[in-house]
């Protein structure tokens, strides 16, 4: 595989305002974007600081996969994303070297990336996203 740069850290959050209020405030980021991504159940706000960004999602519904994970581990770090070329076939290097995927093919994420997970059982418990613009 080949890596880019880190696209976005992402970390789920129960209450969105108040954690927009935290970054802006307490830390001097300002939100440039915020998102509902409906599909995925989650409500995301956008941070940058240098070319990173920092993603926060709020479920939407007590079953997306925000909802599930804050249930089960509480607020936090959620995954890490890449920012890569040809996504596909990133994914293809990927799981013919064993890591399991949970998108077997690319899907629309926020601002209008195109997304893909790899499974945490075969990254060493953190979940990566791959993320392509194609724009």
Not at 23 to 31: I, K, P, R, W
Not at 91 to 118: C, M, S, Y
């Amino acid at each position: 595989m080949q890596l880019n740069y880190i696209e976005h850290i992402g970390i789920a959050v129960k209450d969105l305002d108040s954690a927009i209020k935290y970054y802006e405030e307490a830390l001097g980021l300002e939100c440039y974007s915020i998102e509902e991504v409906a599909d995925q159940k989650v409500k995301t706000a956008f941070f940058k600081i240098g070319q990173t960004k920092i993603e926060l999602l709020e479920s939407t519904s007590p079953d997306g996969p925000i909802g599930k994970f804050i249930e089960k581990k509480g607020e936090g770090l959620h995954h890490l994303a890449f920012a890569v070329n040809n996504i596909e076939s990133q994914l293809e290097d990927a799981a013919q070297k064993g890591v399991r995927l949970i998108d077997e093919k690319p899907r629309k994420g926020a601002e209008g990336l195109d997304i893909a997970f790899l499974h945490p059982k075969s990254t060493h418990g953190v979940l990566t996203e791959l993320c392509e613009n194609k724009q």
